[in-house]
């Protein structure tokens, strides 16, 4: 599920949405560098203390620019364009002539140089080509799965709660029309081959179409029988006084369903038959999970929270370890990621610009090794958000209308490029 928590714009939300005895310690220390920045005072030691968190947490570019800022009121030019030049290299969009900030530098050799780089590496890249336009420009598509005995493609929205099955001739068709009850907003969706079973994660949130109602904050698993539509049973995450959206969702070989709550950042677990959810972590263990990658040792699932990186959960222990990863790649922001062939393919749509990167994974997966930018920034791409990955081709949600959402949820504008649309994008090594 998309959010855009910006990491020095919300330190107050990082760390009071709970309370500090259960924030994580990275947490912790990234409110305080946030409130030691706060006061100009500080200056020194702030830019110390973002150089600490910078070490620690190496994959937000926010950290990277405020350092430069930060720099540049120190006078330390060297400085500033050390932390330009990482951001640069991160292919992160940045305006730095319009930066007044940044008014000494303008026109000096070493800054140009950044400025051009930041171009380079923003220009747009397209590899992909469009398989299917949805009808319905408001269908806000959020999940997406691969049927393979009817070779078709079913298709989860949030903003009309429906599931709808797109065939490999493009032909669409409303499978499941508001049938799970209740009618929640459909986010995501994974297919158990095996069973024949589809599990579906639905909210109330604002941008379903009437608006959630009294159900808001609440959120389910539901399963279904793949072939008749029926409803198997429903998990629901027990209600509480916060706000929680299980917006993605994975299955592993053995059948069992990872879930996250990109709301109130806890991980959860179903087996085949179960009759409840498990906790596998707790509310504020992250900032905001997204979609979850069972690695084939049974044990560990990759996780990326979207205001971090990407961390390697041990479903045993109950633990958290991020993932090491190169400097120059900004982790953040990533709402879809899918294993392929040892590496990850991973859909950012809380950076700018949005792209579609492939990650080479260590031999442990325990570090991202290298990356590369597959797609970014083409006019079909819009906000993408899922995929589904068959035989060595990726087809994603493009223009997926997130950012036609207003403040109140509601969509407020004329959809872009015609709608949401599905892009096929080859993968090759």
């Known amino acids: ?60 570019p926010s950290i990277l620019s405020a350092i430069a800022h930060t720099a540049m009121r120190l006078g330390d030019t060297s400085a500033v364009l050390r932390a330009l030049q990482s951001y640069a290299a991160m292919g992160m969009q940045k305006d730095l002539l319009a930066d007044t900030a940044y008014v000494a530098l303008r026109g000096t050799p070493p800054f140009e140089t950044i400025v051009r780089s930041i171009a380079e590496h923003t220009a747009p890249v397209v590899r992909t080509r469009e398989v299917h336009r949805f009808r319905d420009p408001d269908l806000m598509p959020e999940g997406i799965a691969w049927d393979s005995r009817r070779r078709a ?48 994660s639905i909210a109330a949130t604002a941008e379903l179409e009437g608006g959630a109602g009294a159900d808001s904050g609440r959120t389910a698993l539901l399963c279904l029988d793949l072939d008749g539509g029926k409803l198997v049973r429903m998990l629901e995450l027990p209600p509480d006084s916060s706000a929680h959206v299980l917006g993605d969702l994975a299955v592993a070989p053995d059948g069992t369903v990872y879930l996250t709550d990109s709301e109130g950042g806890g991980v959860y677990r179903a087996r085949p038959d179960a009759t409840a959810l498990e906790t596998l972590l707790p509310p504020g263990s992250f900032v905001s999970p997204q979609t979850p990658v069972p690695l084939i040792d049974g044990r560990h699932v990759l996780v990326p929270d979207y205001a971090r990186g990407i961390a390697s959960v041990d479903v045993e222990r109950r633990s958290i370890t991020w993932l090491n990863q190169p400097g120059d790649l900004a982790a953040v922001g990533i709402d ?7 590496r990850l393919i991973a859909i950012q749509n809380g950076v700018l610009p949005h792209r579609v990167v492939e990650l080479a994974l260590d031999a442990r997966a325990e570090a991202i090794v290298g990356w590369r930018v597959l797609e970014q920034g083409s006019p079909s791409l819009g906000e993408p958000n899922h995929a589904v990955i068959v035989r060595d081709v990726l087809t994603l949600i493009g223009n997926s209308g997130w950012d036609r959402v207003g403040e109140d949820g509601q969509l407020t504008s004329a959809a872009p490029g015609g709608g949401p649309v599905l892009l096929r994008l080859p993968l090759s090594k």
């Open 1 to 60: 599920m998309r959010q855009a928590p910006r990491l020095l714009a919300v330190v107050a939300v990082l760390a009071m949405a709970r309370p500090a005895s259960a924030l994580p310690e990275w947490r912790l220390r990234y409110a305080s560098v946030g409130r030691l920045c706060q006061d100009p005072r500080n200056t020194r030691d702030c830019l110390d203390s973002l150089n600490a968190l910078r070490a620690e947490i190496p994959g937000h």
């Open 153 to 200: 493609w079913l298709i989860g929205s949030v903003h009309r709660g429906t599931i709808s099955i797109v065939n490999a001739e493009g032909e669409e068709r409303v499978a499941f029309a508001k049938a799970p009850r209740p009618h929640w907003g459909v986010f995501a969706l994974a297919v158990d081959p095996k069973r024949r079973l589809l599990w579906a």
């Open 336 to 342: 879809g990621l899918y294993p392929w062939q040892g």
